[in-house]
């Protein structure tokens, strides 16, 4: 059974699943494909390689842009030098090997950004609750969930809780701008609303300010991460040089777009004791959340000015810093100012959902349908066209024009290309160094453990899982007995031909659908009701 006889309608055996997505009358979702994808999935079934479509599309795991290599590869026995297996690109499905993307935005690989999502959230999880190399005793230190938000640069419409008016305002109450613009909107709008996000009045808003906050908010957040060591060092009595010896403060962050354009950080926050995750630490969670409420709002960046006529700006958080204590240091809380209650696994899943979105995600597909984030667009591509213009004057020997940053480089020489992402430039999922396991090290565990499943295989011996993990996280290779000598060759990027690429992603869709099931039935099981 292939991905496209299952399209065509064609029953497939549900193994006593009651999955809704088997079955004869459960195709993909192909309702979307062009006349031009028709005709390349057509083709497929007349010449015959539609199996192979299928059996490449699930060795990418359902990736919509692999990488296509040619070449071929040996595994050598480490011991003997005896050559194991050989693998050629000719054997593949579609005559070349593919690789999954990897792209963590959900927008251009669905499949991808889901397996980042999962080693996001095991990354994420580990440093609250330990495993993955990180100590269970991890679970006991002081941890805040932090939220810093951009600033405000103009009155804009938003989403009310249950259902409100945007920004009432009686008669007798209602402002206009100098433009003549009413500062108000009587307005409930719904989730997806195309003026969600939008300035009320577009001409009082401050464009420039808030494309420049945006290009700088990276370094915002690198000042903010020192500052609170700092403040800490000072809380504790100490020198910042000799904060090491008592406390380190590790950290996960993870970047989300609001729906004015903006990006804010959510961040956990952990104070670990000198010797590393799971060590006592010097304060308790409530003390700790006390010095970042105090230190985040007098974080500055100074920014300077977009052009000759232009100001310098000095940029901070907005007012809206939110701090939550997870964990106080040895039991779990709830925060003073919200009601409900934070698990580890929820804090996780969270940060690690909005680790896989972008810019895209707000346009829901279309820019036109987002006018203000058109806007915000353009103004990154003017002040990227100031920047090369000053560049260009500057080379030309134009005394008058002073270079924009002492070394004569230019801060916004490279807005343009960012344009896409509205300004920010920074990483979407960031950790500091000891806060848990490292992406690549998930990765490679999870290379090795193909290989021990080949090798299983080869020998036709069961797996040994006993202390699986730990040899799958090994820093080194000691315990590898094979080698992969191989030469390949970059063929090119994505599916070869039209409709391939629409069909992975349905594919993937239908494997997040099950999974999301499979979760639901996990969690309404009987074995899993408590008592």
């Given at each position: 059974?292939?991905?496209?006889?299952?399209?065509?309608?064609?029953?497939?055996?549900?193994?006593?699943?009651?999955?809704?997505?088997f079955g004869e009358g459960a195709p993909l979702d192909l309702s979307s494909l062009s006349d031009r994808e028709h005709a390349g999935l057509l083709s497929r079934l007349v010449d015959g390689s539609h199996r192979g479509l299928s059996d490449a599309i699930a060795s990418v795991g359902n990736c919509s842009h692999p990488i296509r290599l040619v070449g071929s590869s040996q595994t050598i026995d480490r011991a003997t030098g005896e050559v194991v297996s050989s693998y050629s690109s000719q054997d593949a499905p579609l005559g070349e090997l593919l690789v999954p993307c990897g792209n963590r935005r959900a927008s251009w690989c669905p499949?991808?950004?889901?397996?980042?999502?999962?080693?996001?959230?095991?990354?994420?999880?580990?440093?609250?609750?330990?495993?993955?190399?990180?100590?269970?005793?991890?679970?006991?230190?002081?941890?805040?969930?932090?939220?810093?938000?951009?600033?405000?640069?103009?009155?804009?419409?938003?989403?009310?809780?249950?259902?409100?008016?945007?920004?009432?305002?009686?008669?007798?109450?209602?402002?206009?701008?100098?433009?003549?613009?009413?500062?108000?909107?009587?307005?409930?709008?719904?989730?997806?609303?195309?003026?969600?996000?939008?300035?009320?009045?577009?001409?009082?808003?401050?464009?420039?300010?808030?494309?420049?906050?945006?290009?700088?908010?990276?370094?915002?957040?690198?000042?903010?991460?020192?500052?609170?060591?700092?403040?800490?060092?000072?809380?504790?009595?100490?020198?910042?040089?000799?904060?090491?010896?008592?406390?380190?403060?590790?950290?996960?962050?993870?970047?989300?777009?609001?729906?004015?354009?903006?990006?804010?950080?959510?961040?956990?926050?952990?104070?670990?004791?000198?010797?590393?995750?799971?060590?006592?630490?010097?304060?308790?969670?409530?003390?700790?959340?006390?010095?970042?409420?105090?230190?985040?709002?007098?974080?500055?960046?100074?920014?300077?000015?977009?052009?000759?006529?232009?100001?310098?700006?000095?940029?901070?958080?907005?007012?809206?810093?939110?701090?939550?204590?997870?964990?106080?240091?040895?039991?779990?809380?709830?925060?003073?100012?919200?009601?409900?209650?934070?698990?580890?696994?929820?804090?996780?899943?969270?940060?690690?959902?909005?680790?896989?979105?972008?810019?895209?995600?707000?346009?829901?597909?279309?820019?036109?349908?987002?006018?203000?984030?058109?806007?915000?667009?353009?103004?990154?591509?003017?002040?990227?066209?100031?920047?090369?213009?000053?560049?260009?004057?500057?080379?030309?020997?134009?005394?008058?024009?002073?270079?924009?940053?002492?070394?004569?480089?230019?801060?916004?020489?490279?807005?343009?290309?960012?344009?896409?992402?509205?300004?920010?430039?920074?990483?979407?999922?960031?950790?500091?160094?000891?806060?848990?396991?490292?992406?690549?090290?998930?990765?490679?565990?999870?290379?090795?453990?193909?290989?021990?499943?080949?090798?299983?295989?080869?020998?036709?011996?069961?797996?040994?899982?006993?202390?699986?993990?730990?040899?799958?996280?090994?820093?080194?290779?000691?315990?590898?007995?094979?080698?992969?000598?191989?030469?390949?060759?970059?063929?090119?990027?994505?599916?070869?031909?039209?409709?391939?690429?629409?069909?992975?992603?349905?594919?993937?869709?239908?494997?997040?659908?099950?999974?999301?099931?499979?979760?639901?039935?996990?969690?309404?099981?009987?074995?899993?009701?408590?008592?």
């Amino acid at each position: 059974m292939t991905v496209l006889d299952t399209c065509s309608g064609a029953p497939t055996p549900t193994g006593g699943a009651s999955f809704p997505g088997f079955g004869e009358g459960a195709p993909l979702d192909l309702s979307s494909l062009s006349d031009r994808e028709h005709a390349g999935l057509l083709s497929r079934l007349v010449d015959g390689s539609h199996r192979g479509l299928s059996d490449a599309i699930a060795s990418v795991g359902n990736c919509s842009h692999p990488i296509r290599l040619v070449g071929s590869s040996q595994t050598i026995d480490r011991a003997t030098g005896e050559v194991v297996s050989s693998y050629s690109s000719q054997d593949a499905p579609l005559g070349e090997l593919l690789v999954p993307c990897g792209n963590r935005r959900a927008s251009w690989c669905p499949a991808c950004s889901r397996v980042y999502a999962r080693d996001t959230f095991e990354l994420i999880r580990a440093g609250v609750v330990g495993g993955k190399t990180v100590p269970a005793s991890v679970a006991g230190s002081p941890l805040l969930f932090v939220t810093f938000t951009a600033p405000s640069f103009g009155h804009v419409h938003g989403l009310r809780p249950d259902g409100g008016r945007c920004r009432p305002r009686s008669s007798d109450r209602v402002t206009t701008c100098e433009h003549g613009v009413r500062l108000s909107c009587n307005a409930s709008h719904a989730e997806g609303d195309a003026i969600v996000g939008s300035p009320l009045c577009w001409d009082c808003y401050d464009w420039t300010s808030a494309v420049v906050w945006q290009w700088h908010a990276p370094e915002l957040w690198r000042r903010t991460t020192i500052a609170v060591r700092r403040a800490l060092a000072q809380r504790l009595g100490i020198k910042r040089s000799k904060l090491n010896d008592v406390a380190s403060v590790q950290f996960a962050k993870v970047g989300e777009y609001q729906e004015r354009g903006l990006i804010h950080f959510h961040a956990l926050i952990r104070l670990d004791g000198p010797d590393g995750p799971g060590s006592p630490a010097p304060l308790d969670g409530l003390a700790f959340a006390d010095v970042i409420r105090t230190t985040a709002p007098l974080v500055t960046v100074t920014a300077p000015p977009t052009d000759e006529d232009d100001r310098a700006r000095t940029l901070a958080w907005g007012r809206q810093l939110d701090v939550r204590v997870i964990n106080t240091g040895g039991r779990v809380v709830d925060d003073a100012r919200t009601a409900d209650e934070l698990t580890p696994e929820q804090v996780a899943g969270y940060l690690a959902k909005y680790a896989t979105k972008d810019a895209t995600d707000l346009r829901h597909g279309d820019t036109r349908q987002r006018p203000h984030l058109a806007r915000m667009t353009r103004e990154c591509r003017r002040l990227h066209r100031l920047a090369v213009d000053r560049g260009e004057t500057r080379r030309c020997g134009d005394p008058t024009v002073a270079p924009a940053l002492p070394d004569g480089s230019d801060p916004y020489a490279l807005l343009g290309k960012w344009a896409h992402m509205l300004g920010f430039r920074g990483h979407f999922s960031t950790k500091s160094r000891r806060y848990s396991v490292t992406l690549g090290r998930l990765r490679r565990a999870r290379a090795r453990y193909m290989r021990l499943v080949q090798q299983a295989e080869r020998d036709r011996v069961p797996l040994d899982v006993r202390d699986l993990e730990t040899r799958l996280l090994a820093d080194d290779d000691e315990d590898e007995t094979t080698l992969v000598v191989g030469s390949w060759v970059y063929a090119g990027s994505g599916w070869p031909r039209p409709g391939d690429a629409a069909l992975a992603t349905a594919a993937a869709a239908r494997a997040r659908e099950y999974a999301q099931w499979k979760a639901e039935q996990r969690r309404t099981s009987p074995t899993n009701t408590k008592p």
